[in-house]
């Protein structure tokens, strides 16, 4: 035991692990995705399934590091399986792929036998995280004035400036981002990012717009964008 937690700090790999150094390094492992799996819900709304990925991928990802350590060929092997695997879902955040690589290297450490360093690693990226987000990087003031909007408008109505002076009113900033036939073409769907002035209410504007297409449809929702998807 004291050999194995000397090797801890001073060897660059386990190539003969004992039952007991193998449990020790998947504990620390399963360890460090917990802390990066509870720093990413810290103050964030983060999926179940994205939480438990977190928490389960640096064990798996130690495992796999122990199996291949000393096979050239087996390395290879495993490398080509996980070049198979793609997401099949929306793409990630640049948060999320942050967790992910996070998430792998810190199993890549505890595979190794590098335990202490991975948990000096893992705390101080978890730190920087958190002090980051809070501090430097931390949300605008803005973000909840900025809104997509949708509104529907029989298909004879110029939409190109029906709005526009409504629009240059209530809004800061406005872009038609998408028009969309619906209804077998009878109705045209217009799709607004806008960020509202400081002073303007949104139901105010709502009431406006319903005024000029005739009362139907409008909706209003948080303003998505693409700009952190990687």
Known sequence: MPEFLNSLI????????????????????????????????????????????????????ALVIMMVNGS??????????????????????????????LAMASGIT??????VF?????LF????????????????????????????IPEDLDYENIF????NLYCKTYQLRNVKTV??????RLTYDVELEPEMKEKELIDELRIRNGNLEISSSIQTTEKDVL
């Open 10 to 61: 001073t060897e660059s790999s386990i190539t003969d692990f004992s039952a007991m150094s193998f449990f020790i390094c998947i504990a620390m492992a399963l360890g460090f995705g917990l802390l990066i799996s509870l720093a990413y819900n810290f103050k964030h709304e983060v999926s179940k399934s994205f939480s438990i990925t977190l928490a389960l991928l640096p064990p798996t990802v």
């Open 72 to 101: 050239i060929g087996a390395g290879i092997a495993v490398a080509g399986s996980f070049s198979l695997i793609r997401f099949r879902s929306v793409p990630g955040t640049g948060r999320e792929i942050v967790g992910i690589f």
């Open 110 to 115: 505890a595979g190794m036998g590098y335990v």
């Open 118 to 122: 991975g948990l000096i690693f893992t």
């Open 125 to 152: 990226i978890i730190l920087a995280l958190i002090v980051l987000e809070n501090t430097i990087f931390k949300e605008r003031n803005n973000f909840g004035r900025k809104k997509t909007i949708r509104i529907m």
């Open 164 to 167: 526009s002076d409504l629009l």
């Open 183 to 188: 209804n077998l073409g009878s109705l045209i």
